[in-house]
């Protein structure tokens, strides 16, 4: 997993203007997919896990630091030096992006005991058109027809995944609007990242949001009087298994994938995670796939196709 610095690339608005076809973008979309993979596995994680949904999140954060350290060690300390952040505007905005991360996994676990999993999966996954409307206002990204049909495409496409056990009413709308306040957050937090990865590499950015958010969800955790020890090892395996893959691999790769391509390409992307999450939970956890979420994993996967050959002549 590449760790460069990309202050000369960046810029301090946002990603390079690359051309969709060059060879960095190719690899930097491979890394966003991958990503996606990776942290796609993340429900599969939570659902396995012996404690409560914010003491997994906790755990996600917290094991993957030593990991982190150890990495940063490998990159040696003249690297390590230049990675740190300088001044308290440096600070604020990787505690901001610790803090909305934290958020996001917060509010989504939380949704999910106060409304239909559906609801709550709908609802978050709206956040990659708030990171369009974002990247437009913050980034001045433009988009083609194609690209924002594709992208309609592929949020319908989860609308048909979830249909079935959808139910909105006045007894859901407190986790219904939580599920929204996640979508606001892990909108935020891309864009942030968007904006960290002008000047701090993937390393930086996931050590220093990462600390900060364990903080967060520790409080939370205590809070709601969630236990934060596992009973067994098994319930170890899969914290770690949670924090190496869904936390190192899949938000690393995804960090350094939106230094290299548009905020809204990568969001509307990252849409198949919900679609795989289903796959998996098909494969694993033997949950079957009815023949409409079938057909909702297909139109997502082929609205994401359809936004990625419309992004093609998407204007910077």
């Known amino acids: ?61 917290l094991l993957a630091l030593p990991v982190l350290w150890l990495w940063r060690v490998l990159e040696g300390k003249e690297s390590s030096r230049a990675q740190r952040p300088r001044n308290i505007r440096d600070l604020a905005l990787l505690g901001l992006a610790g803090f909305l991360f934290a958020g996001d996994l917060a509010l989504f676990h939380w949704s999910i005991h106060l409304t239909a999993v559906a609801n709550a999966t709908l609802l978050v996954n709206t956040y990659a058109l708030l990171v369009m409307v974002g990247s437009a206002l913050i980034f001045g990204e433009r988009f083609t027809r ?36 996640a979508a606001l957050f892990y909108a935020a937090y891309l864009l942030c990242v968007v904006r960290l990865r002008a000047r701090f590499s993937v390393n930086t950015i996931l050590i220093w949001s990462g600390a900060i958010g364990t903080t967060v969800l520790g ?10 020890i596992a009973a067994s090892v098994t319930g170890w395996a899969v914290l770690v298994a949670l924090a190496l893959v869904s936390q190192v691999a899949g938000q690393g790769l995804i960090a350094y994938a939106l230094a290299h391509l548009r905020a809204g390409l990568s969001s509307v992307n990252l849409l198949i995670q ?43």
């Open 219 to 228: 409080v939370v955790a205590l809070a709601t009087g969630e236990s934060l």
């Open 146 to 181: 194609g690209f924002l049909a594709g992208s309609l495409i592929a949020v319908g496409g989860i609308g048909l995944l979830v249909s079935e056990s959808l139910s909105f009413s006045l007894a859901n709308v407190a986790g219904d609007a939580l599920g929204l306040g």
């Open 1 to 61: 997993m590449s760790v460069e610095h990309t202050g000369k690339t960046a810029g301090a608005a946002g990603p390079p203007a690359v051309a969709v076809g060059s060879r960095r973008t190719r690899i930097a979309f491979a890394g966003l997919l991958c990503g996606a993979v990776f942290t796609s596995f993340s429900p599969i994680f939570v659902r396995l896990s012996e404690l409560g949904p914010t003491a997994t999140a906790f755990h996600r954060l």
């Open 274 to 316: 919900p679609a795989l999450s289903a796959t998996w939970a098909w494969i694993i956890l033997s949950e079957p796939l009815s023949p409409v979420q079938t057909l909702g994993i297909a139109v997502t996967l082929g609205g994401v196709m359809v936004a990625r050959l419309g992004s093609r002549s998407t204007a910077s």
